[in-house]
């Protein structure tokens, strides 16, 4: 292992003024956001939405790297160029999905354990070969009644850094992605509870397996009412308990936290993420590693037709841009009303 190297990487993934693109959808997960759109998710259909995304012009300033789907990394632009060797060629580093899904966990009814981690180390070699230098892997942890237990939040911190031990062993910087959903109609007050204690156990495991720090990156969920509650608190109380929240865990030699959006809208993330940003100092750099609070409008505005390309990708850079402004504490929301 490299270490030099991963911290590198790691700090390029979270450079001021620039985040992460997750487009790491899994076949089924893209058929969900094409049928909204009415698209059929068909390969071709999946490589030319993706190819948007990646070639989006002027994008590339706000975007560090794009989290690739197994499908995808093997995939190449009109002109023939496979898609990680587009990105580093345009300054984005190419990463990889490696989790193989969140599944029930046997005994433990309403918990899930995600999987992969048998055949990794092999699958991490050939990702590395085929131009990944960082991967994901997400944890789901669902709030209801009588859940989550402590065994469940567990297991998943167990196997989340088993993953990222493997990924720092080939040289790959892993995205620890523990995800408290907001799903449900529970409290931000419950949402600390859960992620405190979810953080408390994933960095417990994080020494425990030897986890060099400055070698990977956080992608928490903010602390926030869920979906459901009847009285959500306000941005500047999400971005307070987040902060509070992530203080409490994460060692300084973390470089950084790049937030999951997790059904957020659009704008109510990239608010979020530039408030926090005010809160100066932080000892990390805090940023986005956004799937849908970056590419909902842009999806949106292409709607699968030639003659929007275009107007998908332009939407999609001027996300890309204000996330961009958000790391620097330097979004607002009359923003989304001006002209693109
Ligand atoms: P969302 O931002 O849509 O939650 O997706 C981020 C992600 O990569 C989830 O694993």
Redesign the pocket.
């Known amino acids: 292992m490299n270490r030099n190297e991963l911290a590198r990487i790691a700090q390029a993934m979270v450079a001021k003024g620039k985040g992460i693109l997750?487009a790491?959808e899994s076949t089924g997960t893209i058929r969900k956001r094409f049928d909204a759109i009415r698209l059929e998710s068909t390969e071709e259909h999946r490589r030319s939405y993706r190819e948007l995304l990646f070639t989006a012009p002027g994008a590339e300033e706000a975007i560090s790297g794009v989290?690739l789907y197994d499908e995808t990394i093997r995939q190449k632009t009109r002109d023939g160029t496979p898609f990680p060797q587009y990105l580093t060629q345009h300054g984005m580093i190419p990463g990889i999905?490696v989790d193989m899904g969140a599944k029930p966990l046997a005994g433990f009814p309403g918990e899930t354990i995600t999987e992969g981690l048998d055949g990794l180390r092999e699958r991490l070699v050939e990702y590395r070969s085929l131009g990944a230098r960082f991967a994901?892997w997400?944890a789901v942890i669902d709030i209801a009644d009588g859940i989550p237990t402590s065994f469940g939040i567990e297991a998943n911190a167990h196997a989340l850094a088993r993953y990222a031990a493997l990924c720092q062993e080939n040289e790959i910087v892993p995205i620890v992605?523990p995800?408290v959903l907001m799903d449900g109609g529970h409290s931000i007050e419950r949402c600390e509870e859960v992620t405190n204690a979810t953080l408390n156990a994933v960095f417990n495991q994080l020494f425990g397996h030897r986890i060099y720090l400055e070698g990977m990156v956080l992608?928490p969920n903010m602390v926030i009412s869920g979906k459901k509650a009847s009285n959500r608190a306000p941005p500047a109380a999400v971005a307070e308990a987040t902060l509070r929240t992530l203080k409490r865990h994460v060692p300084p030699a973390v470089p950084g936290i790049a937030?999951?959006?997790?059904?957020?809208s659009s704008a109510e993330?990239t608010l979020h993420l530039s408030l926090m940003n005010r809160m100066s100092p932080l000892p990390w750099s805090l940023t986005?590693?956004?799937?849908?609070?970056?590419?909902d409008t842009a999806l949106k505005a292409w709607g699968g037709k030639p003659e929007t390309y275009a107007a998908g990708q332009k939407e999609f850079a001027r996300r890309a841009r204000l996330n961009g402004l958000a790391t620097a504490g330097r979004y607002s929301s009359e923003m989304e009303s001006q002209a693109a």
Request: hydrophobic residues 35%; positive net charge.
């Open positions: 997750a790491d989290i999905k994901k997400r992605e995800e992608k937030f999951l959006s997790g059904g957020q993330a986005f590693s956004y799937g849908r609070a970056l590419q």
